[in-house]
């Protein structure tokens, strides 16, 4: 389990230009590493360390060791995730996977720090540059150190470095602590989740978390930084920096709040059920939609709720499941009739037995229903079970569920 906390230290002129260069022979060392990978088409920390050390060192003749080996291993997972993008998408475009752009940084970049480089003691830090090592003392809010104490497993193992637009050099330190085992609920009720445009969340007992407030705030600077960048003086311009990441700290927040709401919600909840919606990028991609729609699902944030949500209730013992999304808003959720028909706006009516209920309430239920159907024809979860394939290894007539267990280990050590 990682947490992180940034902090703005004090630093003098000279120190901050240690940190200027520091970035550039930093950014050097990564591009000269991620160019020997390539061009020699390996992966190996060992086989760079040995071939290209020496080089680099020439190249960059003030870069401390350790700040060289960071560089190297940021550039090892980054030539890693290239490789991968690329082995996939040379399956369907070929062309496009060679034309792919080689991982390259800046020298505007954000650095990483590992132990080895970077030392917290008591409220003094110090950190490796270029120059020499800066010592400065910082501030860490008192909610931070109370809720993740040293006394609980939580050391510091690393930090990012780096210069926002202003000019002023940021700390992100990282804290990490084992996994403590925390007992799942297994007696608790199973609850549907249904993400969309309008309603950020509607649960399968009713509950609406509205976007109002969101569709507003997101209408109010799209409008603004048109208006600005149409105007292109150099007033609109520091405006528009003036105003820039506010749109999305609001949402940030707004998906903090709701995704705490039900993690920690009064009701005895031994799951929240929700649909995989990792397929939504392939949609825009391939133009399923007009522009319109397009335009809302850019700027759909249920990737981010969805994080916040896994590792809150993780805290406390809810699992996080997911099934498939398909006709599970063309589906009635007493007669199970899919009929497209049904659905007028935020309603659903049902053409074959009359029900009527939010729309969006109608698919939290089908979510849940779905979850549970595939459950009892299991007999037991399985991990990453195929869409529409049942225990039997037959094709089944409607979708079925699918448990990510991977997809929430993985998020939960990312934050």
């Not at 970077?118 to 501030?139: A, H, N, P, Y």
């Not at 506010?246 to 949402?251: G, L, P």
Request: charged share 30%; aromatic share 8%; hydrophobic share 30%.
């Amino acid at each position: 389990m990682r947490r992180s906390i940034t902090v703005f230290p004090r630093l003098t002129d000279k120190e901050v230009s240690a940190v200027v260069e520091t970035r550039k022979q930093y950014a050097r060392a990564f591009n000269m590493s991620t160019e020997c990978l390539i061009n020699n088409n390996s992966t190996s920390k060992g086989f760079l360390h040995k071939v290209q050390y020496e080089t680099i060192k020439e190249g960059c003749p003030s870069l401390p060791t350790g700040l060289i080996q960071c560089a190297r291993d940021v550039a090892v997972e980054a030539v890693k995730t290239w490789n991968a993008k690329k082995t996939k998408l040379r399956q369907k475009h070929p062309k496009k996977a060679e034309r792919m752009r080689r991982p390259s940084m800046k020298e505007g970049c954000t650095m990483r720090y590992d132990v080895r480089t970077i030392t917290l003691r008591g409220s003094q830090l110090t950190f490796s540059t270029c120059d020499r090592r800066i010592r400065t003392i910082i501030s860490i809010p008192e909610f931070f150190t109370e809720r993740y104490s040293s006394s609980e497993g939580w050391k510091l193992k690393g930090a990012n470095i780096g210069m926002d637009r202003r000019g002023r050099v940021f700390v992100n330190l990282i804290y990490e602590c084992p996994d403590s085992v925390i007992e799942e609920n297994n007696e608790g009720k199973i609850v549907g989740l249904d993400r969309g445009v309008y309603n950020i969340v509607t649960t399968s007992d009713g509950v609406h978390y509205g976007a109002k407030d969101i569709r507003r705030v997101k209408r109010k600077y799209d409008h603004v930084r048109s208006e600005l960048q149409e105007k292109g003086t150099r007033s609109a311009k520091r405006r528009l920096k003036a105003i820039s990441g506010c749109e999305k700290r609001f949402v940030h927040d707004q998906n903090h709040r709701i995704s705490k709401r039900l993690a920690n919600a009064d009701e005895d909840v031994s799951a929240y059920v929700l649909e995989d919606l990792s397929s939504m990028s392939m949609l825009r991609l391939k133009g399923k939609s007009n522009k319109t729609m397009r335009k809302w699902l850019s700027n759909w944030s249920y990737a981010d709720l969805e994080f916040k949500l896994i590792y809150k209730c993780q805290r406390n013992g809810i699992r996080a499941e997911f099934v498939d999304a398909r006709y599970t808003s063309q589906k009635c959720s007493v007669c199970k009739t899919i009929d497209k028909a049904s659905r007028k706006g935020n309603r659903y009516i049902c053409r074959h037995c009359g029900s009527s209920m939010h729309a969006d309430t109608n698919a939290a239920i089908n979510i849940r229903d779905n979850y549970i159907t595939w459950v009892q024809k299991l007999g037991q979860a399985a991990v990453n079970q195929p869409y529409g394939w049942g225990a039997t290894g037959r094709p089944e007539t409607e979708p079925v569920g699918k448990t990510l267990t991977s997809k929430l280990s993985g998020l939960s050590q990312c934050h």
